[in-house]
């Protein structure tokens, strides 16, 4: 048995990052033999391990042959003589291909420790498009890793994946999870490459405006909200699954009213609408973001402010006639329409 540290751990130590997690395949072992040592199978397609101390992901050297559509959609053979060039040729680009022995050497069977100084994403095979998902993993990459571009065995690939039209077989979530990872680095880059190898259908459709640039923000809802925007609200309409980000969305519709009201009632429609509890922990940071008038706090926090215990003993509708005449009067005083 011969266990190596493999995958992004790799690629990022030679980077000269530090690595979040870190993965080993196993040569040379059974599911039977893993178990004896104490590790812990969890792996429903294929054997993975988590080592009994340090609950880290151990997987078993594997071949896999596509059977299917889609992401899981591949045979495995993790049998005993499954070798590690083997276990590297299925991955995505070389640069996630390359072995650590416990000596710290490494094993590089498919160059990409040149494609790394070379900053090329390179497919290991023609097998990439195989799994639509490493499109969306490429785009990824492409948003984290600075300075990095595509090779073109990599874009004919990519074309492939489009061409194929299997994105629609991925699950939103697994979609998702690429998405969030992008968010929290260049987002731009990531959907550059998502619009110029159309990739864009199912997950990203009506992505027909890309920015030249998308501000940063500690709350990346703000950065989404910021494309979907200049698409009429209406990109990625099928992915958007997180409440935090429909939240998000809600509350930049509304103030989209606020700065261009048709009327008085709608104002007061917006205005009470951001009212609401589910904003209040994040609309000054969205305002700030968006860069929109100062008043639009200051008219939400005299309101909230209002003591409007006199209405207890109202009938409804006296209610909202006598909270309508306060928005009428904090419209006139900031000037909003």
């Known amino acids: 048995m011969k266990i190596y540290k493999v995958g992004g751990s790799v690629r990022d130590k030679i980077l000269g990052k530090s690595a979040q997690d870190n993965d080993y395949v196993v040569v040379g072992a059974t599911v039977k033999e893993m178990l004896k040592q104490g590790y812990k199978q969890v792996g429903k397609d294929f054997p993975v391990f988590l080592h009994p101390e340090t609950n880290e992901e151990y997987a078993l050297a594997r071949k896999e042959r596509k059977t299917s559509l889609g992401h899981k959609g591949f045979d495995f053979n993790f049998e005993k003589d499954v070798t590690l060039e083997e276990d590297l040729y299925r991955r995505d680009l070389t640069i996630n291909a390359i072995a650590e022995d416990k000596d710290g050497n490494l094993i590089d069977p498919f160059n990409g420790l040149e494609d790394i100084k070379r ?49 629609y077989d991925l699950s939103r979530e697994r979609v998702w999870e690429e998405v ?25 459709s009506n992505l027909d405006n890309v920015p030249k640039e998308i501000p940063i923000s500690i709350h990346k809802e703000n950065m989404w909200c910021y494309v979907s925007k200049l698409n009429h609200y209406n990109f990625g309409s099928e992915l958007i699954h997180k409440k935090t980000f429909k939240v998000f969305l809600e509350a930049w519709q509304k103030l989209d009213e606020l700065s261009n009201p048709r009327n008085k009632e ?17 609309i000054k940071n969205i305002i700030g973001y968006r860069n929109d008038p100062d008043e639009y706090l200051s008219i939400l926090r005299d309101f909230n402010n209002k ?19 306060f928005w009428n009067a904090l419209i006139v005083k900031y000037n909003l329409l």
């Open 119 to 167: 900053k090329k994403l390179k497919a290991v095979s023609k097998a990439f498009s195989e799994d639509p998902l490493r499109a969306l993993r490429v785009a990824r990459f492409m948003s984290q890793l600075n300075g990095f571009t595509l090779h073109s065995d990599t874009e004919d690939e990519l074309i492939k994946i489009s061409e194929k039209k299997e994105l």
């Open 180 to 204: 969030t990872k992008a968010l929290h680095h260049d987002f731009l880059k990531f959907l550059k490459v998502i619009t110029k190898y159309k990739l864009q259908e199912p997950w990203f």
């Open 266 to 282: 709608q104002l007061i429609r917006a205005l009470g609408g951001l009212c609401s509890p589910k904003f209040s922990q994040i």
């Open 307 to 325: 003591d409007f215990s006199y209405l207890n003993d109202l009938s409804s509708q006296q209610t909202i006639h006598e909270k309508n005449k």
